[in-house]
């Protein structure tokens, strides 16, 4: 029987960086204090304030 | 013959939240004034603000 | 013997827009000043500032 698993989902942390899970790829982030944001090595999201950040990660294009 | 669809798309609404279609997941929001975002159960953008939201929704690990 | 690709990627330039490269789909944008944003013709990220604006684009429901 596999389990169910989500495409998508999000991770959330205190401070500047959120990573998603093993097998999920960052696609946006959002960022406390609405601070702009970018993607580092394909999983980790980087928000340019030192309030909160969450990451939306999903599994695509796996192969 | 196959309907043409879209891998992607967006849904706009004024407010505070914004929903995909059937089918779709929220991958990221847009909201107005710039405000910070979450997203909840899987297709719905919620936004720190009364002013717009805006989902972007794809078709993604279908199976 | 195969390339390997990524399935997402970003893109940056200065100034209100930032195109996907051929074969990937704009799934979010990041703003200069943190400015709302919207998606344009599948694979443009458009930003409500004249800074910088980023794309992250990804290979999804490709058939």
Chains 1, 2, 3 share one sequence.
Request: charged content about 20%; hydrophobic content about 20%.
């Amino acid at each position: 029987m596999e389990k169910a698993t989500k495409s998508c989902t999000s991770t959330n942390s205190s401070g500047s960086y959120a990573n998603c899970q093993s097998g999920y790829l960052a696609v946006s982030c959002s960022c406390g204090n609405s601070a702009s944001w970018e993607i580092k090595s394909e999983k980790t999201c980087h928000c340019a304030n030192q309030d909160w950040t969450s990451a939306r990660c999903c599994k695509i294009g796996k192969k």
